[in-house]
Every structure is written in structure tokens, then in C-alpha cells.
């Protein structure tokens, strides 16, 4: 994305130390998903789920950075388009009957053509306007993926074909009051930061500060997302010895690669070991390898991995 936004996933991002980093770092503006759903909920009440995130020790104001959380579940289409995922997966074309892919509420999504497009244009605009109801800015974002997806050209030619009739039939339809058009994440804070210029003009600001982090992270019920701190200690220290080894190796192998008796296929040997160790502490690094989130059988075969490259 451009340099004056980022949106991450990762579940390092409910700490203000984020925020500061990526202040200092020239970032304008952020977004986040993964808080627990009690704030998500006390903030949409408030319409304050966007926010200038400050340290607490600022009293400057200078660390401010504009933060937008995501209001609903998770970050795939059908919790984004508004708070109903049965409608929203309906316009998630990607699980059009045929395709490996379907929606769990029951209901799939329909082509969009000229015979149909009024309605589902008026089924997705009232998902979109309740949605609206959480911010104080007319101008919504509405994000159109999930992880491994727009993978493959008939994905991005179905989402693409059938969005793209139905931004036609509501900009071409002025009683709808509403405009639909493709953006970036840059486009959507450029749009918001517009707005509530107007919006405030002369008053402190249409946004409210928020200093402090969101830990602990719950998506529902006491379905806690703590773990990660303690689970899995032992692959933790695994993970750790792989990157003492792969740094001790790494000193090693430059001596080894500046004495003149050592031959080219020894170097080729050498680089080899030391790319495929640097490639599986890079996987290593992942929210749910380190953190010890994944499944048993994905994290088996992380170790299996790491135990080869070791050796």
C-alpha cells in the first residue's frame, strides 16, 4: 500500500507501541481489526471506532495517529459489508454456485445481471447504510478480501464483473443517495479526512483521542486469544536455537567463503543450507508459528521443517 497508510492483521497491532512506531515511521493513518468484541461494541455505540490513538505519556499531541476499527467479526467479506454475514456472503462472488467455495448461512450468491441488479443493489445498500451507523463520516470502506484469496483471474474477473454492475445501477440512480467506487485504503482515509474537515471547521476535531492498548483480544464468548504468550514453549525455544544457530553459521560460512581452498560446490552447499535456514525462520516468524496458534498437525510439520534445516 502507499506509505501514508497499512493494514495489518496481524495481532501484534493492539499495542500502542504500533502506533508510535508506525507514527515515527511516517504513517498517517491505521487500521485495525482484532479487538475484543465488548470494545467494538461500547465504541460503535459512541460512533468513536475511529480514533486518534495517542501515547499516554504525550501531551503534545504529537504522536496522534488516525485509527480505524473495523467494527464486526472478522475481516472477510461476508463481516464486512455490514452486520448481517447471511446478506453479506451473498456478495462474496467468489462462492458462486459451482465453485469449491459456499457460504455457511445457507444462502449463495447470484450473478449480478440487468434483471436483478436493482434489488441486490438495494439488499447491499442497506447492509453498507447500517454499517454507516457506526461512523461519523458519510464515507464507508468496505474491504473485498480474505487470506489466499484473489489468487486466480476468474476470482478477480466474478468480483470484479458483478461489483462493478452493481456500483453502475446505484451511481446511475440518484434517488438511491449514494455513490460505489473502487479505492485503496489511501483513498478511503483521503475521503474521511475530507469530510470531517468540513464536518468540524472551526471545533477540536470530529475524532476523540484514545490512549492505552487492547489486550486481552476476544472475538466472542470467552474465546480468549492469550495463548500465545505461553503455548507451545518448547517450539518457541526451538525457534529460538534455529536463530543463535542460523547467526553463529551465517559468521562461519562468510570465513569459510573468503579462504581460497574452498571450492565453488562447497559455497553452493553452504548458500544452500543457509537460504533454505533463512527461508523457515522467515515462515517461523508467522502470527500463528511463533505464536503457537496453529493447528498440531501444522505445527508438527513446522518442527520437522526447522529440525531439517537445523541439521
Known amino acids: 500500500p502507499p506509505r501514508s497508510t497499512l493494514f495489518p492483521y496481524t495481532t501484534l497491532f493492539r499495542s500502542p507501541t504500533s502506533a508510535y512506531l508506525l507514527k515515527r515511521a511516517g504513517f498517517d493513518n491505521m487500521l485495525i481489526q482484532r479487538t475484543h468484541y465488548s470494545v467494538k461494541k461500547h465504541l460503535a ?24 476499527m473495523m467494527p464486526f467479526y472478522s ?9 448481517d454475514p447471511k ?15 459456499t457460504c455457511p448461512w445457507r444462502v449463495a450468491p447470484r450473478k449480478i445481471s440487468q434483471s436483478n441488479v436493482a434489488e441486490r443493489a438495494m439488499l ?19 474491504p473485498l478480501g480474505d487470506d489466499f484469496r484473489w489468487d486466480s483471474g476468474k476470482e478477480f474477473e466474478d468480483q470484479y464483473s458483478n461489483y462493478q454492475l452493481l456500483m453502475d445501477h446505484i451511481n ?5 443517495h449514494a455513490e460505489m467506487k473502487w479505492g485503496t485504503l489511501s483513498d ?14 472551526d471545533e477540536v476535531g470530529l475524532f476523540p483521542s484514545l490512549s492505552g492498548d487492547f489486550f486481552t483480544y476476544a472475538d466472542r464468548d470467552d474465546h480468549y486469544w492469550s495463548g500465545y504468550f505461553t503455548s507451545r514453549q518448547s517450539a518457541k525455544k526451538f525457534v529460538r536455537d534455529g536463530q543463535a544457530n542460523l547467526h553463529a ?31 523457515w525462520m522467515g515462515v517461523l516468524q508467522h502470527h500463528d508459528a511463533i505464536a503457537g496458534t496453529a493447528k498440531q498437525h501444522v505445527a508438527d510439520n513446522y518442527v520437522v521443517h526447522l529440525s531439517t534445516s537445523m541439521a
Open 45 to 68: 455505540k459512541e460512533k468513536s471506532l475511529e480514533f486518534k490513538w495517542r501515547q499516554h505519556w504525550d501531551q503534545q499531541d504529537t504522536t496522534d495517529i488516525l485509527c480505524h
Open 249 to 279: 553459521s551465517s559468521a562461519l560460512f562468510s570465513k569459510k567463503m573468503i579462504q581460497e581452498s574452498t571450492k565453488d560446490s562447497e559455497i553452493e552447499d553452504i548458500m544452500g543450507a543457509k537460504h533454505a535456514m533463512l527461508d
Open 124 to 142: 447491499l445498500l442497506d447492509q453498507y447504510r447500517k454499517k454507516a451507523q457506526l461512523y461519523k463520516t458519510n464515507t464507508l470502506f468496505v
Open 172 to 176: 446511475s440512480s440518484p434517488h438511491l
Open 87 to 101: 446478506v453479506c456472503c451473498q456478495f462474496d462472488f467468489l462462492r458462486l454456485p459451482g465453485g469449491k467455495h
Open 188 to 201: 478511503y482515509f483521503d475521503g474521511v479526512r475530507k469530510e470531517s474537515e468540513v464536518k468540524t471547521k
Open 75 to 83: 475481516y472477510d467479506i461476508p463481516h464486512t459489508c455490514g452486520p
